[in-house]
C-alpha cells in the first residue's frame, strides 16, 4: 500500500511548511510556504550559510538598512525555494504592520518587485499577511492588483468569512495553536476527530464549499498526524518536515475525510461582516483574539531576531 503522504497526496495539494530546501526535496512538497520563524531557523543552519553570506554582501555593497537586508534574505530563500518546488512560494510581510493597510500593501507591492527583479514572477508568489481587519483590506487592495494573498493566523470563522469577502486566494487556519489554547483552558486531551483545530477547519471547509466560495483553505500549524488525517481532503495542507517524515514512513490506510462533494448545501447562513460586526464577532471568540495577537507578537519576535543575526553578520563583515 502507498504510504499516507502519497495517498494524502492524491486528494490534497501538500504544501512544505519549512524554509529547509533539503527537506522540501526529500518530500517532494508541490507549494512552500516559510513565515519569519522559520526563515530565521533556516538561516541558522549551515547547508544556508551561503544565502546568509551572499545577502550580506548584497546589503553592504548597496548600503543597505538591516530591515532591507533581512527582507532580502527571505526573498532570496523564497528564490531558491521555488527552483524545488513547481507552484507557489509564500514571503510573509513584516508583523509590525499587521494593523496598516496602506503599508501591508505597500510592502507586498515592494516584495513583489524585488522578487521580479530576481527573475521570479509574481504569479509565483503568495503574500503572507495577518488576517486583521486591517490586513483584511490589504488583501483586498492587493488582489485587485493581482497579487494574490495568504491569510495567515486564522483562527475563526468569522476571519475566514471576511477574508474570502475580500476575494483572498487563499487561508491558513491554524489547527494546532486552537488545540493548544483548549487544552490549556480546559485541561482535557482530544481525539483528532474532538480536536477544536480541527473542528475548526472543517467548519470553514464546509462554509466555503456551501457558499461556493473559490477561496483555497489550507490547514497549517499542526502537532500530530491525527490532525492531518483528520483533514485528508482539504483543499491543501502546510506539514513541516517532522511530520511529513512519519506520513511517509505509515503505510496504513488513509480514508477521505473532506469532499466537496458530501458537504450539505447551505450549512449555514453567509456571513455579512463590516468592520464594527467583524471586531464585535472576533472579540467574542476569546480563543481566536487571544492567539491571533500571540501569533502576531511571535511573528514580530522572530522577524526582530532575524534583523539582529543580519545586523550581527554585517559588523563582523566590516
Not at 488583501?139 to 493566523?153: H, K, P, S, V, Y
Not at 482535557?188 to 475548526?200: A, F, H
Amino acid at each position: 500500500m502507498p504510504s499516507k503522504l502519497d495517498q494524502l497526496k492524491a486528494m490534497t495539494t501538500v504544501v512544505a511548511d519549512t524554509g529547509d530546501m533539503d527537506a522540501i526535496r526529500r518530500y517532494r512538497a508541490v507549494d512552500a510556504t516559510t513565515n519569519p520563524s522559520l526563515i530565521l531557523k533556516a538561516a541558522r543552519m549551515p547547508n544556508y550559510a551561503h544565502l546568509l553570506d551572499e545577502t550580506i554582501l548584497w546589503g553592504r555593497s548597496h548600503n543597505h538598512l538591516t530591515s532591507e537586508i533581512a527582507d532580502h534574505l527571505a526573498i532570496k530563500f523564497g528564490v531558491e525555494l521555488a527552483k524545488i518546488v513547481p507552484g507557489r512560494i509564500s514571503t510573509e510581510v513584516d508583523a509590525d504592520l499587521s494593523f496598516d493597510t496602506q503599508g501591508t500593501a505597500a510592502k507586498a507591492g515592494k516584495i513583489i518587485t524585488e522578487y521580479e527583479k530576481l527573475g521570479l514572477h509574481h504569479s509565483r508568489v503568495l503574500i503572507k499577511i495577518a488576517a486583521t481587519w486591517e490586513g483584511i483590506r490589504a488583501a483586498e487592495i492587493l488582489q485587485r492588483e493581482g497579487i494574490d494573498c495568504n491569510m495567515t493566523l486564522v483562527f475563526s470563522l468569522i476571519q475566514a468569512a471576511a477574508c474570502a469577502d475580500a476575494g483572498a486566494f487563499l487561508i491558513s487556519p491554524f489547527v494546532g495553536r486552537i488545540l493548544d489554547w483548549h487544552t490549556k483552558a480546559e485541561g482535557k486531551s482530544y481525539t483528532p476527530d474532538t480536536d477544536p483545530g480541527v473542528l475548526s477547519v472543517r467548519q470553514i471547509y464546509q462554509y466555503y464549499k456551501a457558499h461556493h466560495i473559490e477561496t483555497v483553505v489550507m490547514g497549517a500549524s499542526f502537532r500530530n498526524t491525527g490532525e492531518i488525517e483528520a483533514l485528508a481532503g482539504c483543499d491543501r495542507l502546510t506539514i513541516s518536515p517532522q511530520l511529513l517524515e512519519e506520513l511517509a514512513q505509515d503505510e496504513g490506510p488513509l480514508p477521505r475525510q473532506l469532499d466537496p462533494k458530501t458537504v450539505p448545501p447551505q450549512t449555514s447562513a453567509k456571513l455579512a461582516l463590516d468592520e464594527k460586526t467583524f471586531r464585535f464577532l472576533l472579540n467574542e471568540d476569546a480563543m481566536a483574539t487571544e492567539k491571533l495577537a500571540e501569533g502576531i507578537r511571535i511573528f514580530g519576535r522572530d522577524l526582530q531576531l532575524l534583523r539582529e543575526l543580519v545586523s550581527e553578520r554585517v559588523r563582523k563583515a566590516a
